[in-house]
């Protein structure tokens, strides 16, 4: 089959289709849509950009065309279950530009906003819900939803709905569904618990896979940059200040990261956002808008947006950390080859990435090519620009906070309020201090022709004893290059 006319499918939707400009299905679709038409359960392989959503839509909407049924209260005959806010979205509208010409409702919850609303959405019942796992058992516990009518079930992005925790979440909500119903499970990956899960969900499912999770890459042409990590904010903005980056995301490893990233961008002159799981659903929303209309064209996200932004136009993806994940890497460098188009990739790598650099090209099979700092590139920021690092025109303090010679103080929080902060606390000022009192009234005088070491009476022919090093910097960081991924993904936030 080379065209939507080929499959059977109602004229309302191919009408629809024509209005959107769609005349050849993608391979998933061209796969997908004749067994999901004849009602059987599949079980899918495919990234996100390969036209997926389209591949379980337009037979779901064929199906419902051809079978109207009265809506009942507080339930659905259509369940989408998709892992983020922003790819449940984009779902809930691809729905709806498809059925147009249909008599169908399309509703979408999520976490992050007024649930009241939603239930009021759900009480005359809809014909597709789509939904995110943790909001989809609120309702449920709430009984302003019942899963009892459920005709069809969809599974989308299965291996990042393990990823951020859903596991519990979607082993309940199967229990609640009909067994007499058709599933139609998707996946990027397909692992022996992916696997295992997808048993849960199907009943003898006709198997489908296109384009492995490798191959994206090849549609994109990639580079990677050796930088310090303490210079890869100037080489970003130096990279941003070339006219033909039209529009970029930017990955980071921590939502801090991304913040910080943003601030930095801010402080140079260029517009950007952050998208992460801290942001609410309304900045969430803003920060795409600006990026999909072209007013923000620098969207700083976390791995949670590499399957959930699908905004046409991406010309650069710019790697500012390395994901430790392999396929993460694919999947966010494939938000710039949409479709079987191609972009371009940039990949910033310090010395401690460099493993995880390896890790990308074993799965990729592809060597990325090296590319050089950009000539004239500006040198590190000035030292009191980081956190724990003498401030310019400030003495580092010699025992307070000093781990050694020749090395920064302390990041510890206190160190860095100066006397009067710690005198109020009571603390030791990094380690020569004795606690419970003023940091001078209780040091004891020294004897004729010594020096004190921080309050420390010297033994008779003994130097100072060099002052211990500073607390862990676990006390005084707040989160950045610690956070890892999944403090992000929580379940009923979503």
């Known amino acids: 089959m080379t065209l939507f006319t080929d499959f059977g499918l109602a004229q309302p939707i191919l009408k629809a289709l024509a209005a959107e400009g769609y005349e050849k299905p ?9 067994y999901a038409m004849e009602g059987r359960d599949v079980c899918g392989i495919a990234q996100t950009g390969t036209g997926k959503t389209a591949a379980f839509a337009l037979p779901i909407l064929h199906c419902l065309s051809q079978d109207p049924k009265p809506r009942q209260r507080k339930s659905a005959r259509v369940l989408v279950l998709s892992p983020t806010r922003e790819l449940s979205g984009q779902i809930a509208d691809s729905f709806r530009a498809y059925g147009r010409n249909l008599k169908l409702t399309t509703t979408v919850v999520f976490g992050g906003v007024t649930i009241s609303r939603q239930e009021k959405e759900l009480a005359g019942g809809v014909d597709v819900l789509v939904a995110t796992p943790g909001r989809l058992l609120d309702l449920v516990d709430r009984k302003s939803l019942t899963l009892r009518d459920i005709e069809i079930l969809v599974l989308d992005e299965a291996d990042q709905m393990l990823d951020l925790g859903f596991i519990h979440a979607l082993k309940r909500i199967v229990t609640l569904l009909p067994k007499e119903r058709q599933s139609l499970f998707f996946s990027a990956t397909m692992p022996k618990t992916i696997s295992t899960l997808a048993d849960s969900f199907l009943r003898d499912p006709a198997h489908v896979a296109v384009t492995p999770v490798a191959t994206t890459a090849e549609r994109v042409e990639q580079s990677v940059i050796f930088v310090p990590t303490n210079r ?3 080489l970003l903005e130096t990279l941003l200040r070339d006219p033909s980056i039209d529009r970029v995301l930017v990955f980071t490893r921590t939502k801090h990261g991304a913040d910080k990233v943003v601030r930095g961008l801010d402080k140079a002159g260029i517009v950007g956002a952050a998208i992460h799981g801290n942001k609410s659903q309304p900045q969430r929303e803003r920060a795409l808008a600006g990026f999909r209309d072209g007013s923000c064209r620098v969207l700083v996200a976390t791995d949670i947006a590499a399957r959930g932004i699908d905004v046409e136009g991406v010309t650069h993806v710019i790697n500012y950390d390395l994901p430790n994940v392999p396929e993460s890497y694919v999947h966010r460098i494939g938000r710039t080859a949409r479709a079987g188009a ?9 010395d401690e990435e460099k493993a995880y650099l390896k890790d990308i090209e074993k799965l990729t099979r592809l060597k990325v090519p090296v590319m050089p700092l950009p000539e004239g590139l500006p040198a590190a920021p000035a030292p009191s620009e980081h956190r724990g690092e003498p401030q310019r025109g400030r003495p580092a303090p010699h025992a307070r906070g000093h781990q050694g ?10 160190a860095e309020k100066g006397p ?10 990094g380690g020569g201090q004795p606690q419970g009192g003023h940091p001078a009234a209780n040091q004891p005088r020294p004897a004729h022709g010594q020096k004190s070491a921080q309050g420390q009476r010297p033994q008779q022919g003994q130097r100072p004893a060099q002052a ?9 960081r707040r989160g950045d290059g610690a956070q890892v991924a999944w403090l992000e993904k929580s379940p009923r936030r979503r």
Do not use: E, W, Y
């Open 468 to 476: 211990k090093s500073a607390p862990s910097r676990s006390d005084g």
């Open 405 to 414: 010679h020749g090395q920064p103080r302390s990041a510890d929080p206190n």
């Open 420 to 429: 009067k902060r710690r005198r109020r606390r009571g603390g030791k000022p």
């Open 232 to 234: 890869k904010q100037v």
């Open 26 to 34: 993608t391979p998933i679709q061209a796969q997908t849509i004749p």
């Open 342 to 350: 191609t972009g371009l990739a940039i990949s910033f790598c310090n």
